[in-house]
């Protein structure tokens, strides 16, 4: 096998084999696996997932709360996204705050770590899941929101979120 087919090989490997291979097996060798890993940490990158049962989740506004365990998404059978509605249990609150550890409450998802498209094409994803904390009818229960928010949020009809964040994303 020469230099330039070997490097074909790992490029039909490493993009799941889209090139016509007429026997439609590949030679892997030791030297084709150690440049997979080379590749940009190839099999390292972790893979996003939507909101689901028992995602914690950080809490960025004011009402007490710092950390979340999703128990049920409100939309969707495979779970939350940006804007979706949560029912969440807190798991970790602070001490004289809104909300209390144990209680169940709805939250509102304003940062997902899975990326979402955007109609103009571009892509929107963070580093985080956070959620901002409402009750039932859909108002904060805190008073101001940390950190950045999509402005998807406002055709899922959270204007308040809105007002209340530092910064629009």
Known sequence: ???????????????????NNSSGLLRTTSHDIMTKLACGNFYSQQQRTFIQMRTNLKVVDNSGAKRVMCIQALKGKKGARLGDTIIASVKEAQPRGKVKKGEVVYGVVVRAAMQRGRCDGSEIKFDDNAVVLVNKQGEPIGTRVFGPVPHELRKKKHVKILTLAEHIA
């Not at 096998?1 to 090139?19: K, P």
């Open 1 to 19: 096998m020469s230099f330039a087919s070997e490097w074909t090989a790992v490029g039909r490997s490493l993009l799941g084999s889209l090139g």
